[in-house]
C-alpha cells in the first residue's frame, strides 16, 4: 500500500447531487442477488423487476436509463429512490479504478463530483477494498 499515489487516503462525502446518475448514457451493472435486493426494498417481485428496471448489455444485465440518460431509479426532486439498495456499482463511487488510478484520474472526479474530495476520509485499505468489489 506504500506504493499508492493515495496511501495517506482520500476523502468522499455523497452529496446526493446526482452527477454520477445522470446525463452521458452508461452501464450499472447488476448481479441476480442485488437484483433481489432491488426487489424486496421496492417491495416488487423479482422477475417485476428484471423486466421493469434492467437491460440486456453485451457484458451482463444493467439497469435501464430514462430517455435523457439519468438512471431508471433517479429523481429530480428526491434523489436516488433505492439508495438504501443501490447496486454496488453505485456504492463504491467514486472509488473505481478509472478514477484513483492516477492523481490526475482523482482530480478530473473531483471536477464533476462535488464530494470527492470532502468529507470522511476512507484509507488506502478500505479503497482497495471497495476497488475488488467492481472493477471499472
Request: with cysteine; aromatic share 12%; hydrophobic share 30%.
Amino acid at each position: 500500500m506504500d506504493t499508492l499515489w493515495y496511501r495517506d487516503g482520500l476523502r468522499f462525502r455523497c452529496t446526493r447531487c446526482g452527477n454520477c446518475c445522470t446525463g452521458e448514457p452508461g452501464y450499472v451493472w447488476v448481479s441476480d442477488e442485488d437484483l433481489a435486493a432491488l426487489a424486496d426494498y421496492l417491495g416488487e417481485p423479482l422477475e417485476q423487476v428484471r423486466k421493469r428496471y434492467t437491460k440486456s448489455a453485451p457484458r451482463g444485465l444493467s439497469l435501464r436509463e430514462k430517455l435523457n440518460g439519468d438512471c431508471v431509479f433517479w429523481n429530480r426532486e428526491r434523489g436516488c429512490t433505492v439508495y438504501p439498495a443501490r447496486p454496488p456499482q453505485c456504492r463504491t463511487w467514486p472509488f473505481w479504478q478509472s478514477n484513483v488510478a492516477t492523481p490526475e484520474d482523482w482530480e478530473a472526479t473531483r471536477a464533476v463530483c462535488p464530494g470527492a474530495g470532502q468529507g470522511e476520509l476512507f484509507s488506502a485499505e478500505e479503497i482497495s477494498k471497495r476497488l475488488k468489489i467492481i472493477r471499472l
